[in-house]
């Protein structure tokens, strides 16, 4: 019964939170392969920090967010046409594009919240 009536740190919290995010921006996700796009798409759904509740001051965490999805996305950019989407992989690549698209998203009602953030949240 501890653990549901400990009160959690925030601080601590979006700390480790924040290093995680920062950490996960060096990531090579594999998006060449069906499993791969399967493996990768989960990932970011299940990484997202927006998806729990939020902390007082989230605009940290959203920059870094930013940072982290321009990182991964800007292998597929530099691989030209011909190397992206593979073909074949539909199914993973729609779980694919709805995990992206899904922080996409909340990063933009941030945006749309909070202008003065938009020139770190467009790369």
């Known amino acids: 019964m501890e653990l549901n009536t400990r009160r959690i ?9 924040l290093s995680i ?9 594999g998006v060449k392969t069906e499993g791969g796009l399967n493996a990768s798409a989960s990932f ?4 997202n920090p927006l998806n729990r509740a939020p ?4 605009s940290e965490l959203h920059h870094a967010l ?3 999805l321009s990182n991964i996305l800007a292998p597929l950019a ?9 073909s074949g992989v539909e199914p993973a690549l729609t779980l694919w594009y709805d995990a992206v698209a899904r922080i996409r998203g909340q990063l933009m009602h941030w ?4 202008s003065k953030h938009i020139p770190i949240s467009l790369p």
């Open 55 to 58: 902390h007082k001051r989230k």
């Open 66 to 68: 930013c940072n982290m």
């Open 111 to 114: 945006m749309d919240k909070q």
């Open 78 to 86: 530099d691989g030209g046409k011909s190397q992206w989407p593979p």
């Open 9 to 17: 740190d925030t601080s601590v919290a979006r700390s480790e939170t």
């Open 44 to 47: 970011v759904a299940k990484a």
């Open 21 to 29: 995010i920062n950490g996960m921006r060096y990531l090579k996700l």
